[in-house]
């Protein structure tokens, strides 16, 4: 199977360089009224009017071949599991556990006591946690601290 996605890489990434190097070659629309007053870029390797018919088709043709390989590139990478049918509707849905809110109402800041504590492997265990500061309340900013004092007056 990865070789079938790698081949499909390699026909994809070829064909949109060969569709780009068709679109560079291809002659704009006015290119035929500029051949038409002496400057001679109507004389092609396919002939006045081939060149505009082949190039044409032959991008439409690496067109065709860059979507098909796309669309198959993007069957290849959805990630169907056979076990689930039926709509994501029907499924229950999956909650994250409610957190808890004491009595007070006041909101609880978590200390570092309760969480748990990652340990390297091979070193000792602490037999007891540190126990952690105490939290404080935040403070108002000084007015000093706020820039105020430090505009000139006039």
Known sequence: MNL???LLVAVQIISALVMIGLVLIQHGKGADMGASFGSGASGSLFGATGSANFLSRSTAVCAAVFFLCTLALAYTSND???G???SVLDRPA???PAASVPATGAAQIPSAAS???TVAPGAAVPA???AAPAPT???APSPSASGAG???AK
């Open 4 to 6: 079938l996605l790698n």
């Open 80 to 82: 169907r599991t056979s």
């Open 84 to 86: 689930s049918t039926g």
């Open 94 to 96: 999956s909650s994250a």
């Open 115 to 117: 969480a748990p504590a």
């Open 128 to 130: 007891t946690p540190a």
């Open 137 to 139: 309340a935040p403070t």
């Open 150 to 152: 430090a505009i000139p």
